[in-house]
């Protein structure tokens, strides 16, 4: 008797922010990657399926995104430009963490 089937992986890759195409919120999206892998034994042996969506945070909404899309997503978080939503404005003297001295550290 040979046992054998699928089973599916979600990997989240990014969250991004970006004004949702179901509801018109500018929310919080995540970036999915769905992968379908054939199993003998229970043991996966070889993905045969691979798709990407995102989601909207606020309402759940998902929608189907074509791999170079994810791709062009993933690089836009690389960059710190969340799609039309960037990097909130920095008050004037602010400096990140890690940057620069900490007056109340000695």
């Given at each position: 008797?040979?046992?054998?089937?699928?089973?599916?992986?979600?990997?989240?890759l990014?969250?991004?922010?970006?004004?949702?195409?179901?509801?018109?919120?500018?929310?919080?999206?995540?970036?999915r990657?769905?992968?379908?892998?054939?199993?003998?034994?229970?043991?996966?042996?070889?993905?045969?399926?691979?798709?990407?969506?995102?989601?909207?945070?606020?309402?759940?909404?998902?929608?189907?995104?074509?791999?170079?899309?994810?791709?062009?997503l993933?690089?836009?978080?690389?960059?710190?430009?969340?799609?039309?939503?960037?990097?909130?404005?920095?008050?004037?003297?602010?400096?990140?963490?890690?940057?620069?001295?900490?007056?109340?550290?000695?």
């Amino acid at each position: 008797m040979i046992i054998f089937g699928t089973k599916g992986y979600l990997h989240q890759l990014a969250v991004l922010t970006m004004v949702c195409g179901w509801c018109g919120n500018p929310a919080a999206h995540t970036v999915r990657k769905r992968v379908t892998k054939f199993t003998l034994f229970f043991v996966p042996l070889f993905p045969f399926s691979t798709k990407f969506a995102t989601q909207c945070t606020f309402c759940g909404g998902e929608r189907q995104i074509p791999k170079e899309e994810a791709d062009r997503l993933l690089a836009q978080h690389a960059a710190g430009q969340d799609g039309a939503y960037g990097q909130a404005p920095r008050q004037p003297g602010f400096t990140p963490p890690g940057q620069g001295q900490n007056p109340y550290q000695r």
